[in-house]
């Protein structure tokens, strides 16, 4: 399982397509249902040498075509039984982009975007 250090800022996108189902009974309407999906994930990190799985994890895993099991866990960070719980978002992703850009004197940062291949799944936490 990937467990991501020191993320800054993440962006989870999950796509429908569009199929058109219009018939001449549409009465100029445009009439679609929907069609595959596809997912995507985009972190900001901060550059850490030490990093137990940071840019140089993520490198190795690129440079190797090598699938990762994402854990993306999406809401305050508590269970607090009131029925606010937090959600596990879970798939299976490939690094599609890796960017590791220099700073002068400020913090490193680098940007990873991963493809999800296959399903995603969305369970509540509530424990």
Known sequence: MAAFDLIKDSTITINTAERDTTTKDSNGWAE???GLKDASID??????????FGYNNLNSAQ????????????????YDGAGDNDY????TAYI???????AFEDNIEFSVSLKVTGAVTYAEITA
Do not use: N, R, W
Not at 88 to 91: F, G, V
């Open 32 to 34: 679609m249902l929907p």
């Open 63 to 78: 440079l190797a075509g090598t699938a990762l099991d994402i854990e993306v866990q999406v809401g305050t960070g508590a």
């Open 96 to 102: 599609t982009s890796l960017s590791l850009p220099s």
């Open 43 to 52: 972190l900001t990190c901060l550059f850490k040498h030490d990093a137990t």
């Open 88 to 91: 596990l978002l879970s798939c």
